[in-house]
């Protein structure tokens, strides 16, 4: 099993998780972060680093966040593997209410108003 990065993550990534990581993990895109499941060794200590409760264990996933196991699986094979903090996106309060912020995964421009 594995650990997942779920919704509340998209246009917030705060990045506190990927240094916690002891196997380096995580893959950091331009709008959200995902775990490698062929890497996460299941520690859980990135839970508790998200201020957002963002990561979850994949036994744990709504039927709602189930999506987010594939695309951790996918954007893990394209995105740069990520061990050091950046400053969270600026834009992250007003994407905040957004309740599917999927298709602005991949950018390209962050809008609050989507
Ligand atoms: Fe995202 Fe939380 Fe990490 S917002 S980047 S899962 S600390």
């Given amino acids: ?10 246009r917030c990534r705060y ?3 990927v240094e916690s990581c002891p196997v380096n993990c ?3 895109g331009p709008t959200f972060v995902v775990i490698d499941p062929e890497c996460c060794i299941d520690c859980a200590l990135c839970v508790p680093t998200c201020p957002i409760e963002a990561i979850k264990h ?13 695309l951790n699986v996918k954007y893990a094979r394209v995105w740069p593997v990520g061990v050091h903090r950046a400053p969270p996106l600026p834009d992250r309060e007003a994407w905040r209410e957004v309740q599917d912020k999927r298709p602005w995964l991949e950018g390209p421009e962050p809008s609050p108003n989507p």
């Fill in 26 to 28: 995580f893959h950091v």
């Fill in 15 to 17: 990045t506190d998780c």
């Fill in 58 to 70: 994949a036994d744990e996933l709504t039927p709602s966040e189930e999506a987010f196991r594939a």
């Fill in 1 to 10: 099993m594995t650990h997942v990065v779920t919704e509340p993550c998209i």
